[in-house]
């Protein structure tokens, strides 16, 4: 990932990432968020709603019942998928995270849109759009094989955005989405195709 937006995320969640700038050998977010950039929405409202969540309820908790801070082992492309590895928090962190696995197989790895998107496939699966796939030539140079997502899961893109609103918990219609998607396009600088 660019190193703004590594920079970025350590920044605005330094108890999630606080080992990011640990030796190789303590943790391995030493070796940084091992994706591309187009993942990194997902992680910024992940780790906003995790911390969010941590925050509000330890307010409320007596000391020995507090929900400990999640943080980061690694965080990882993995068969396509988002993978973000912890430790601490509890259930509803755990169910968070599991969200945002779910929510990554459908959303470019490269660019960060939810349109047109699949999986390669060949010597490794990616999750990425039709147009980044086309844009680099490399891959099809190296037999990776541009697969539209199957039947279930292109079915499973209008639940993406249910599943984006619960986990942003923004209160605006499903129709304001695109308005939504632009913000964050421009506040990351990611393009749209
Ligand atoms: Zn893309």
Redesign the pocket.
């Known amino acids: 990932m660019k190193k703004e937006l590594d920079e970025y995320l350590v920044k605005k969640y330094s108890k999630i990432f606080e080992n990011r700038n640990a030796s190789i050998k303590e943790s391995c977010m030493a070796f940084g968020f091992d994706h591309s950039d187009?993942w990194v929405w997902i992680l910024d409202h992940l780790c906003d709603s995790i911390q969010h969540y941590i925050d509000n309820n330890n307010k409320y908790r007596k000391l020995e019942d507090q929900i400990s801070q999640v943080v980061a082992d690694q965080v990882k492309e993995k068969f396509g998928y988002l993978n973000f590895y912890c430790h601490g928090g509890d259930r509803y962190t755990d169910g968070m995270i599991a969200l945002a696995v779910v929510m990554s197989r459908n959303v470019?790895e490269?660019?960060?849109?939810i349109e047109n998107?699949g999986h390669t496939r060949g010597p490794w699966i990616f999750t990425?759009?039709k147009?980044?796939y086309d844009k680099d030539e490399r891959l099809a140079k190296e037999n990776f094989i541009w697969t539209v997502n199957d039947s279930k899961i292109i079915s499973a893109n209008d639940s993406t955005k249910e599943m984006l609103q619960d986990i942003i918990s923004w209160e605006k219609d499903l129709s304001e989405y695109e308005s939504l998607e632009t913000i964050l396009r421009s506040k990351y600088k990611i393009s749209k195709?």
């Open positions: 187009g470019c490269r660019c960060g849109t998107v990425i759009c147009d980044c195709k």
